[in-house]
């Protein structure tokens, strides 16, 4: 899952439910505070963020429910694999999200986790609202009727 490329971002994991479940309106980048065990962990190509989202306790933003396994030499110095991580963004930011959430009754959805080419962890957030059930299978229509026009176009020359 996590793909090796020097000087290029590296992606540790990807939220693929995301984009089915969510229309997502805007994204934006986030800092994400870890301690060292959990960058050893996401650097062995270990993480998921298939169940977390964003959430704000007392003017911050954490990222609750990711999982980071434990590393197995951190030994003693090991953290819990799902504990919640703070997310680093500029306050104007933060208030901006912390609004849309309590307002319009938005989401945020991370996207995807990874290390940027400074070799920072970061993690795309999605502000979203979610899908209804016939949205889902409108947009599953729509690709299906893609792909089979691109197929018959194919066919035909």
């Known amino acids: 899952m996590a793909r090796s490329t020097s000087g290029a971002a590296r992606t ?8 089915r479940d969510y ?5 934006f980048e986030a800092g994400v505070v870890l301690r060292g065990s959990e960058v050893k ?6 993480g ?5 989202y964003a959430a704000e306790r007392r003017g911050e933003l ?24 703070k997310l680093l963004l500029h306050k104007r930011e933060i208030k901006r999200l912390v609004g849309a959430i309590q307002r319009q009754g ?19 957030l999605g502000l979203a609202h979610g899908k209804r059930k016939y949205d889902k299978r409108a947009a599953e229509r729509d690709r299906e009727w893609g792909r089979r026009k691109a197929r018959l176009l194919r066919e035909t020359g």
């Open 106 to 124: 938005m989401t945020l959805v991370p996207l995807s986790l990874y290390f940027n080419e400074r070799g920072r962890a970061k993690v795309e």
């Open 12 to 19: 540790v994991a990807v939220n693929r439910k995301a984009r």
């Open 48 to 52: 998921s963020i298939s169940e977390a």
């Open 62 to 85: 954490f990222l609750i429910n990711a999982h980071i396994p434990e590393y197995a030499a951190a030994n003693r110095q090991n953290h819990d694999p799902r504990r919640p991580r």
């Open 23 to 27: 229309f997502i309106d805007d994204t």
């Open 41 to 46: 962990s996401m650097r062995a190509g270990q």
